[in-house]
């Protein structure tokens, strides 16, 4: 398998030196998967954009995106962060991110807020007329619950503190965020250097599973992309468009013979 050329821009923010990123890329797994690149920010999103690189990783936790959705990703389900109400719109598209990115056919997804009060009966309508599987709204209490958000895919929230709040709860491992939405692939940590970590003594994950997870989604995609290329043709002759063709000619050709009377 080729290696993917990504890049890592670690900003202009200096959260995150060069020591540190070299101990924590120092890794045989990851450079089995890809080679790592260093760049500025303007310079990667240029090379992104050109295809001259695969992915693109961003140090800084407080960096966003125009345009793009942001999906935090834990070791346990997906999280959209909306900063809005849900929408049918918006469930549709997560189902899109889910599917192509994350390779989760007919994903399951529930809505979260903040509160117990009801909205609007929008999880049956989606699941009635789009077909996609959506339940909720739950409370945080609720959805984390005797495990119950495990039985989800995809978990949709309005804010980012309601996100936040999840992501504590959950995530076993290092969380990432990822900008679904481009046709290019970009990803960031989630949350900034502690001082441990600045001195080498804690698990730096946070700073290489961003890689991993630009790494599953560019091959996400090309499976996904691949498989909707080539339909198969079809495997027998319907004599019904055969006999159609044979009328539109007849068709025709008596046409043609009135005109040249």
Request: glycine share 4%; proline share 5%.
């Amino acid at each position: 398998m080729e290696r993917l050329k990504i890049a890592f821009c670690k900003g202009n923010t200096g959260e995150v030196n060069d020591k540190l990123i070299l101990d924590a890329l120092d890794d045989p797994a990851m450079l089995e998967l890809c080679s790592p690149v260093f760049c500025e920010e303007a310079e990667a999103f240029r090379k992104l954009d050109e295809g001259s690189l695969d992915a693109l990783v961003l140090a800084s936790p407080s960096q966003t995106i125009k345009d793009a959705t942001e999906v935090i990703v834990t070791d346990k389900t997906n999280i959209l962060v909306l900063g809005k109400e849900p929408t049918a719109d918006d469930i549709v598209k997560f189902r899109d991110i889910l599917e192509r990115d994350f390779d989760l056919q007919l994903p399951r997804i529930a809505i979260v807020q903040e509160t117990a009060m009801q909205v609007p009966d929008l999880s049956s309508q989606v699941t009635t007329e789009q077909g996609i599987n959506t339940y909720g709204p739950y409370t945080v209490e609720q959805i984390m619950a005797e495990d119950t958000i495990l039985h989800f895919d995809g978990i949709i929230v309005a804010d980012k503190n309601l996100a936040s709040t999840l992501v504590k709860e959950l995530a076993e491992e290092a969380p990432v965020r990822f900008f679904a939405g481009r046709e290019t692939v970009v990803t960031a940590i989630w949350q900034p250097v502690t001082k441990e970590e600045e001195e080498g003594l804690a698990d730096v994950s946070w700073l290489t599973h961003p890689f991993f997870v630009a790494a599953d989604v560019i091959r996400n995609r090309e499976f996904y992309d691949e498989a909707r290329l080539n339909p198969l043709p079809k495997l027998y002759r319907d004599k019904r468009e055969d006999r159609r063709k044979d009328e539109d000619k007849q068709a025709n050709e008596n046409e043609n013979a009135e005109k040249e009377s």
